[in-house]
């Protein structure tokens, strides 16, 4: 995804949460400077809703309590401002229960890597692993956050308006659960899914994966992701944490793939959220922002394949640690889940979309790269070295695992097993959505 548009850019040590005198001109101005940045606006997304209820009032109110104030702020050439927030004040220690919280600023070591998952059967000059200062966009700016400081995404007004309240930004909303097809509540079934599912005898400490980054096209309001899923619990009060890429321009205001997290403690009913659009992520590192542009996604080129390693495991305080290409990120401390306070019962990796069937069919939003499994290495995205952390600390290969595609005419996925491959298990997934013929 080369060849962005470079820009002066600046930097200001203003706080995120001063309050305009005007309040109609807070609201011109948000919505005229995300139209100069070519973002779609909230009207545009505001439709046939009616936000009545949203006051600018309220909605300052709110952002002056998620964006804290910043010891530097660096405009990213997305759109995006990332404040970079004393890593003691950010958003995080709001939430109750880490009121006594104290960081683990030194990380212990990560579970060990049964066997050489260095070397590639395949061709390594292939595939180009993102990694370093530079895998997301806000990094053209060339500006870092200082020392003691971590890098988190403002939250603008036109983000809350584009969610149907402040209560409901940045939250999913209680669904079918993807692998048991049960539904949790009335709302019509809009997910779709193509996932590798494992669900063992013993418990699991953790997950990882390799996975192919690509952009694909999302309708409006629709929102494509791949990501791998911790998940423990009964279906009512499931706790989860999931962790990858998405589109979702609802959320973000742009087509961007972004690195994207999520937790919930309760089936999504009230507790967590995308990102640290609530208090909960504990962020330590000062160089990836969570809900931040990938720079670079993959092209139908077998040369032009780019991948995050992700892997969420815990350490020996409890902690859930992130670690996205080998940079420890942040984590979720146990004492914000009840299942998944200890352990994992399910793992699971794959693409999720969202089809509202805006015009009476089904989406034209694509999983993965938009290709299906068949077309292989280089058109259909994937994932390999699909691994499970036990309760010795190792990385190992995941057995027993299953597939499901929950409407396999539009989105598939092909699962490849083999003890002789250190890529597998790997699969490729995705699909186009819509056609006449086979996705009406």
């Known amino acids: 995804m080369g060849g962005l548009l470079q820009r002066n850019r600046r930097c200001s040590s203003s706080s995120s949460s001063d309050i305009p005198l005007s309040l109609f001109m807070v609201f011109f101005l948000a919505i005229f400077s995300e139209r100069s940045l070519g973002v779609v606006s909230a009207l545009e997304y505001s439709k046939d809703k009616q936000p009545s209820s949203l006051t600018l009032e309220n909605i300052q109110k709110y952002l002056s309590n998620i964006n804290k104030p910043a010891v530097l702020s660096i405009e990213s050439p997305d759109g995006d401002i990332i404040d970079c927030i004393d890593k003691w004040k950010q958003p995080a220690f709001d939430n109750p229960l880490l009121k006594n919280h104290k960081i683990q600023m030194l990380p212990p070591d990560m579970p060990r890597v049964k066997g050489d998952e260095n070397n590639s059967s395949r061709k390594n000059e292939e595939r180009v692993e993102i990694s370093g200062w530079g895998k997301q966009v806000w990094h053209q700016n060339g500006t870092r956050c200082p020392k003691g400081t971590v890098p988190i995404r403002r939250i603008k007004v036109d983000d809350v308006l584009r969610a149907q309240s402040p209560h409901d930004f940045g939250r999913k909303q209680p669904r079918k659960d993807p692998f048991f097809n049960v539904t949790v ?101 000062q160089t990836i922002v969570v809900g931040g542009t990938l720079l670079q996604s993959s092209t139908p080129d077998p040369s032009q394949q780019y991948e995050a390693n992700v892997k969420i495991s815990k350490d020996s305080n409890g902690n859930w640690m ?92 092909d699962l490849h097993l083999s003890d002789n491959d250190e890529e597998s298990p790997f699969f490729f997934y995705g699909g186009p959505g819509f056609s006449t013929t086979l996705c009406p």
């Open 185 to 285: 509540d009335d709302d019509p079934d809009t997910h779709e899914y193509a996932i590798v599912n494992l669900d063992p005898e013993f418990v699991m400490f953790g997950a990882s994966a390799k996975i192919n980054v690509w952009n694909p096209f999302t309708e409006e309001e629709e929102m494509s992701l791949a990501q791998i899923w911790l998940v423990a619990g009964d279906v009512i009060d499931r706790n989860t944490i999931e962790v990858g890429w998405q589109v979702y321009p609802r959320l973000y205001g742009d087509s961007g793939t972004r690195l994207f997290v999520y937790w919930t403690a309760d089936g999504y009913e009230s507790t967590g959220c995308y990102n640290i659009d609530c208090p909960g992520f504990v962020q330590v590192d």
């Open 322 to 413: 992130l670690t996205y290409d080998g940079i420890q990120v942040g984590y979720w401390p146990p004492i914000l889940f009840t299942y998944l306070r200890e352990s994992a019962e399910i793992v699971q990796w794959g693409g999720e979309v969202v089809n509202l069937q805006l015009d009476g069919s089904h989406t034209k939003t694509h999983m993965g790269s938009g290709q299906f499994p068949q077309e292989r290495y280089g058109k259909a995205a994937f994932f390999r070295q699909l691994r499970v952390v036990d309760a010795n600390d190792d990385e190992v290969l995941p057995s027993d695992i299953s597939v499901y595609a929950s409407n396999p005419n539009c989105y598939n996925l």
